[in-house]
């Protein structure tokens, strides 16, 4: 791949749409929620008005404010990327830097929570916000960038740099200070598995479980885990 990213409106056009979709929505369904309710036709008033209006600001506020958060870092950042040449460069606020794939020290993406379906499938609802995303990339000599995706579209597919790690949280503003460890999607994938072993084998007497540890090599790794983590839980009970 080799591509150039910069500063472009599709996140803004997300943010509008999810709005449009949300106006659209109450014009619709008020209507009919009064009429089943009161069994009376619905009249817009002064109050109704000033109900919404601050509903749609507590829903868009947090958004718009991440929203100029990533303008602010990123209005005069460019990014090219080829792979082929295994190299990375970045303008940032008229100075232009090259580095090499091979030199980044860790890459971590910032998702929202709802992205989070694809490692446990637990069914979140997406927000107005679930797309906001940035990636925090850092090379060996110090450098470090916060790449939102007012630049890139690419934070929700499969990372372009090996050993990429996630951080999931309900609002991805930028945070520089976050020292929270970020996880791989194996890791995560196993311990959602160990935890529903956990669950799975509860009920199980002492001697099912002693017979799981016994026969470690016939048992997956996280089933075996599981049941070390129970006879733990016992013991200390």
Do not use: C
């Amino acid at each position: 791949m080799k591509k150039t990213f910069e500063h472009n409106n599709k996140l803004l056009k997300i943010l509008l749409r999810e709005n449009i979709y949300f106006v659209i929505g109450t014009i619709i369904i008020t209507p009919i929620y009064y009429y089943l309710r009161k069994g009376e036709q619905f009249v817009l008033d002064l109050l109704f008005v000033k109900i919404m209006s601050v509903i749609f600001l507590i829903y868009n506020l947090p958004n718009f404010i991440i929203y100029l958060d990533y303008y602010k870092e990123n209005k005069n950042t460019k990014i090219n990327i080829d792979t082929e040449n295994n190299s990375i460069g970045i303008v940032e606020n008229g100075i232009s830097k090259q580095y090499k794939i091979t030199e980044i020290k860790s890459s971590i993406y910032h998702l929202g929570i709802y992205y989070k379906n694809r490692i446990d499938n637990a069914m979140r609802w997406k927000m107005i916000n679930s797309d906001l995303a940035y990636w925090d990339l850092e090379f060996k000599n110090g450098d470090r960038y916060y790449i939102s995706n007012l630049l890139v579209d690419f934070l929700h597919d499969n990372p372009i740099v090996d050993n990429t790690k996630y951080r999931f949280r309900m609002f991805q503003y930028i945070n520089k200070s976050d020292s929270k460890e970020a996880v791989e999607l194996k890791q995560v994938e196993e311990k959602n598995r160990t935890e529903k072993f956990v669950e799975k084998f509860q009920s199980k007497s002492e001697s099912e479980l002693n017979e799981i540890l016994n026969n470690k090599s016939k048992y997956q790794k996280e089933a075996v885990k599981a049941v070390e983590i129970i006879m733990k839980n016992k013991n200390v009970g």
